[in-house]
């Protein structure tokens, strides 16, 4: 048996309020739209598969509740604060080798937005 595939699975009043922050800004597709649900993704791309657990967010930051991580962390938070969202966190250069930010996607969850070195 092997694990083909792990959804974050997030309970939202309005899926469609998600377009913006995850389409819009960080170049998701919507891969699937039942209305009540929408899955964004990259089907071009292949994922990997990864589920962290931690007491905090390094840096005594917070746990974020999603980690994306882009090409151009610079680019993603031109866009971020071009639409308006708040940074809460950064932009910062961490001693394990990644920049990163946090913002709160439209719904309140924080999200660490990050590239690696």
């Not at 939202?12 to 919507?30: C, H, K, T």
């Not at 980690?67 to 394990?96: C, H, K, N, Q």
């Not at 080798?97 to 719904?107: A, C, S, T």
Request: proline share 6%; charged share 25%.
């Amino acid at each position: 048996m092997q694990v083909k595939r792990i959804v974050a699975n997030l309970d939202v009043p309005d899926p469609s309020r998600a377009r913006a922050f995850y389409q819009d800004i960080l170049g998701l597709e919507l891969l699937m739209d039942h209305g009540w649900l929408q899955t964004y993704g990259c089907a071009a791309e292949k994922m990997t598969v990864q589920l962290s657990f931690a007491v905090q967010g390094g840096s005594g930051t917070p746990v974020p509740d999603l980690s994306i991580e882009v090409d151009d962390v610079d680019e993603a938070l031109r866009r971020m604060r071009e639409t308006g969202f708040s940074v809460e966190y950064g932009p910062v250069d961490e001693p394990w080798g990644v920049r990163r930010f946090y913002v709160r996607d439209p719904f309140g969850r924080l999200v660490n937005i990050l590239a690696h070195a």
